[in-house]
């Protein structure tokens, strides 16, 4: 799994806000904000960098796992795997 891990520096909590997130086959890309709680997934098409993917988090260019045929164990597996390689 390819992963891109960075902290966007915005005081969320003591430790700023870490972000890491992966590039799905398809082209969705999921983030697991690890300091605000928060997992989402992103839409096809957005550049798979931290600019990019903060600003569609910014403007919420989101879908959900069912609207692509994914189920939500698997979602969660993966969101799992990231948030359990960022704590590595």
């Known amino acids: 799994m390819q992963t891109l891990k960075f902290n966007t520096g ?6 700023g806000q870490r972000v890491i997130a992966t590039q799905l086959d398809n082209g969705h890309i999921i983030v697991v904000d690890l300091d605000r709680h928060i997992d989402l997934m992103l839409l096809a098409g957005v550049g798979f960098n931290q600019r990019e993917i903060m600003q569609a988090y910014d403007h919420a260019w989101t879908t959900f796992p069912e609207n692509i045929g994914m189920p939500y164990t698997e979602y969660y597996d993966i969101v799992r795997q990231l ?4 704590s590595a």
Do not use: W
Request: hydrophobic share 20%; no cysteine.
């Open 10 to 15: 915005r005081e969320y909590s003591p430790h």
């Open 83 to 86: 948030r359990e390689l960022a």
